[in-house]
Antibody, heavy 124, light 107 residues
Framework: EVQLVESGGGLVQPGGSLRLSCATS????????MSWVRQAPGKGLEWVGNIEEDGSVKNYEDSLRGRFTIFRDNAKNTLYLQMNNLGAKDTAVYYC?????????????????WGQGTLVTVSS | EMMMTQSPATLSVSPGEIATLSCRAS??????VAWYQHKPGQAPRLLIYGASTRATGIPDRFSGSGSGTEFTLTISSLQSEDFAVYYC?????????FGQGTKVEIK
């Protein structure tokens, strides 16, 4: 059974940092691009970024590039999201997801498996 | 900047009826659009990719159509489990983007 389990969320002060993890199992992690998507309270889904199978290629939402970094540890089958200089607008549930088909737009077939999400709250 | 506009924001439908959801893009997307279903407290669920290809395990009452800038998700004969928020997602250009969602509620 494919499983993605996010962790690392919590309360953080404005300007702080947080690292989210997404532990995966039930599939060959090294064969898939992986994505992060977030949902602020009462808002819709927002794509954060994705990362290639070996971690060499990363794409980000323009407004988050420079503050957010996606990386992965293929030995641990785990995806990460490092978030720096957090502000109130970063308060959201953060989901990790598996990209089907590939991570490039020409071969992407949607994100077919998702975790349940981890809540990040930025507040003083 | 690519803009994805979904309409209507809320759709009130009776069980057994048809729901038609629209997604419009500010630039041509070819057929690089996916649709997702999202229920509160749950993980999003992939329904459609390539504008019209159903994902694995998705019932055939869900169908997608369109190309270019106009896309449609049709749910025929709505079931109780179909009441949720639906999002389109473009993946024709970086960064990928979701529409703002259409909530399908019970009439």
């Amino acid at each position: 059974e494919v499983q993605l389990v996010e962790s690392g969320g919590g309360l953080v002060q404005p300007g702080g940092s947080l690292r989210l993890s997404c532990a995966t199992s039930g599939f060959t992690f090294t064969s898939y691009w992986m994505s992060w998507v977030r949902q602020a309270p009462g808002k819709g889904l927002e794509w954060v970024g994705n990362i290639e199978e070996d971690g060499s290629v990363k794409n980000y939402e323009d407004s988050l590039r420079g503050r957010f970094t996606i990386f992965r540890d293929n030995a641990k089958n785990t995806l990460y999201l490092q978030m720096n200089n957090l502000g109130a607008k970063d308060t959201a549930v953060y989901y990790c997801a598996r990209d089907l088909g590939g991570g490039y737009n020409w071969n992407y077939q949607g994100s077919d498996c998702w975790g349940q999400g981890t809540l990040v709250t930025v507040s003083s | 900047e690519m803009m994805m506009t979904q309409s209507p924001a809320t759709l009130s439908v009776s069980p057994g009826e048809i729901a038609t959801l629209s997604c419009r893009a500010s630039q041509s997307l070819s057929n690089n659009v996916a649709w997702y279903q999202h229920k509160p407290g749950q993980a999003p669920r992939l329904l459609i990719y390539g504008a019209s290809t159903r994902a694995t395990g998705i019932p055939d009452r869900f169908s997608g159509s369109g190309s270019g800038t106009e896309f449609t998700l049709t749910i025929s004969s709505l079931q109780s489990e179909d009441f949720a928020v639906y999002y389109c997602q473009q993946y024709n250009k970086w960064p990928r983007a979701f529409g703002q969602g259409t909530k399908v509620e019970i009439k």
